[in-house]
């Protein structure tokens, strides 16, 4: 009997006879043995699975555990169990109508073992990216064929402008050059959404149509990896943006429904093209977050926050579905071991099951020990957010979530620099106010601040206040947490979403083809834009490797006169961050910060490369930063 093998997508037929089963695609595409989970589901799609009666395969080591039809006759879920199993093409039997049909399945050896996959951590620095609006590499095409309707339109803030993964791998030097040691890119896979929506488009990412391929226009798989290959050896981490709460409205789900309770309110995609006006039938998300952790959260509420869609373009998937959740947490493995990613950022975490979700963690925590994922959970407030991390005891349910986001320092930072800093609550009290409930975090060294990203105003927002900047720095750099910085920040890129997300999300000078303005390079920025990139890079090389700021006690001082201090200190060394919170003049009394200046005579600030006198007070400018070092 011939064998038709399937390394991809490829389609199927009965051997002999009319087709009466067609496979178009299978998912994973491939797998790999050694895993210490065994269980691998493969989501089988094409034409008369449902007459499948039985799957079976005489390749050592894999048994089938169990084949489960769906709602729809054109898909079949097979859960193998490869515990035994060597890396091989394996054949399955398909057996429909007394007829059988063979197909081969790729199992690969992995690379290296779960243990041996480092994660991020809080002594990296993440640089957060969005493809399409950072750089376009020598090679990009033109137009995709194959793909929905879309534009290339640089002169549009919400369409696509051309920028790729082969334009990102060009300039890995830059990320060196500036210092930091892992690069978040906002997702990469495929979005096949039309741009005519009233000019919508998804160039920003979060609309999935193909959770196994790299977006064309993007690039390829084989891209993705050789970006990851190269950043690897150049001493930079990847972070791959992923999206289990909601998928884009183009993905084949859609369409064709594996089940009737694969997506959350699935009566609306009965009804909508995903052009048209909500019915009474569609169940939009409230975005309150809070009744995910309320006490006294009423299931109207919670089910409107869970089970509601994010937007009308983007169904919301049922994570409380097994098969669901068994395919995307596949998926997130598949990732790991394809392309060698250290890290995810998960989008929307709360909007999602939480169950479902801390299955996910769990698992992916027991095959990669030391791998990291950071969840957005975007509420302000300390107790919310510590809720979720890992052993959280304000948590009846472990989330098994390492890194949270800290939305309230990047609330903080944005309302302290619009104010004076005063004895009690405006300005850098802020900030201080925030970090006194750290003792909620199980782990605060494993949350991730930030003073912007793709969802916000620009920290700068129209304007160019650079020592607003320098102390927002300054702080995120050395406090107890994991950094991040939003692409464009260290040359003073600015906006707001007054009008449009795409004003935050500029393209990158330099990074395209006819650009003017090159801030790649010394030459190209602008003196200003020079001596921001030339402050930012000193202060992250500093940073690098230091244990002072990795793993150092912190000590912070409620502010006085103004002035608003944190120290980190290990092993005898320190670093202290002293920030003037005010337009005028103000004095440090540095006796009253002797328990953590000592003896100490002299220090350096890393900042400008002066050295002061810790004997004496010391007479600050308005808004100056220091980081001193001794």
Request: include cysteine; aromatic fraction near 12%; charge should be neutral.
């Amino acid at each position: 009997m011939k064998r038709i093998f399937i390394l991809g997508i490829l389609a199927l037929q009965l051997m002999g006879m009319k087709a009466a089963v067609k496979i178009d695609k299978i998912e994973p595409t491939d797998w790999y043995v050694g895993m210490k989970n065994p269980q691998v589901q493969l989501m089988l799609y094409g034409k008369g699975l449902a007459s499948v009666e039985e799957v079976t395969t005489d390749y050592p080591g894999v048994h089938v555990d169990s084949v489960v039809h769906l709602d729809s006759p054109n898909y079949l879920l097979v859960y193998l169990n490869l515990r035994d199993a060597k890396a091989g093409t394996m054949s399955l039997k398909l057996r429909a109508e007394s007829l059988e049909l063979r197909v081969d399945y790729l199992l690969k050896q992995r690379e290296k073992k779960g243990s041996e996959r480092m994660g991020f951590t809080n002594a990296d620095v993440l640089y957060m990216l969005m493809p399409d609006r950072f750089a376009q590499g020598a090679h990009h095409p033109r137009q995709v064929k194959g793909l929905n309707n879309y534009k290339e339109d640089r002169t549009q803030p919400s369409l696509r402008h051309g920028g790729d993964l082969e334009g990102i791998r060009e300039h890995l030097d830059y990320f060196k050059d500036l210092g930091v040691t892992a690069l978040w890119f906002t997702p990469v896979l495929e979005n096949n959404s039309p741009d005519n929506r009233n000019g919508y488009s998804t160039y920003h990412g979060y609309a999935t149509t193909n959770y196994y391929r790299v977006d064309p226009r993007f690039g390829s798989n084989a891209d993705y990896r050789r970006l990851a290959d190269e950043a690897h050896a150049k001493g930079l981490k990847i972070v791959m943006d992923m999206i289990f709460n909601h998928c884009g409205f183009e993905h084949p789900w859609v369409a064709d429904m594996p089940s009737k309770d694969w997506f959350n309110a699935p009566e609306w995609l009965k009804e909508s093209n995903g052009t048209s006006h909500p019915t009474k039938s569609y169940l939009q998300t409230s975005y309150k977050l809070t009744p995910v952790v309320d006490p006294y959260a009423s299931k109207i509420d919670l089910h409107e926050t869970v089970d509601g869609w994010f937007v009308p373009t983007m169904p919301d998937l049922n994570q409380r579905n097994p098969h669901v959740m068994t395919y995307l947490i596949q998926n997130s493995i598949w990732w790991i071991e394809t392309v060698g990613i250290d890290g995810i950022r998960m989008d929307t975490y709360p909007y999602a099951d939480a169950k479902g979700m801390a299955r996910w963690m769990k698992e992916l925590g027991e095959e990669y020990p030391h791998f990291n994922t950071v969840g957005e959970t975007w509420v302000t407030e300390p107790a919310y957010t510590a809720t979720w991390q890992k052993g959280s005891k304000l948590n009846k349910e472990n989330s098994y979530l390492k890194t949270v986001m800290d939305f309230s320092f990047y609330d903080k930072i944005n309302q302290a620099k619009h104010e004076e800093t005063d004895p009690w609550w405006s300005g850098l009290n802020r900030i201080y106010n925030s970090f006194v409930y750290d003792y909620l975090y199980p782990n605060p060294s494993s949350v991730m601040a930030f003073i912007d990203n793709h969802d916000t105003d620009r920290f700068l927002g129209n304007g160019q206040d650079t020592l607003a900047l320098k102390q927002a720095l300054a702080l995120l750099l050395t406090i107890n947490r994991i950094p991040q910085i939003y692409y464009g920040t260290e040359i003073l890129m600015n906006g707001t979403k007054e009008v449009t997300d795409g004003n935050v999300r500029k393209d990158f000078p330099g990074g395209f083809p006819g650009d003017q303005h090159n801030a790649f390079t010394k030459e190209g920025r602008t003196k200003a834009e020079q001596a921001m990139f030339q402050w930012t890079s000193r202060l992250l090389h500093w940073r690098q490797g230091n244990e002072v700021i990795t793993k150092g006690r912190q000590t912070q001082f409620i502010p006085f006169n103004g002035i608003y201090v944190i120290a980190r200190q290990y092993k005898g060394r320190t670093a202290l961050t002293i920030l003037n919170g005010t337009s005028k003049e103000a004095t440090l009394d540095v006796k009253r910060y002797a328990e953590v200046i000592g003896d100490t005579k002299r220090a350096k600030d890393i900042l400008t490369g002066r050295y002061y006198n810790l004997s004496q007070d010391m007479k600050l400018r308005p808004r100056q930063s220091l980081v001193l070092d001794y």
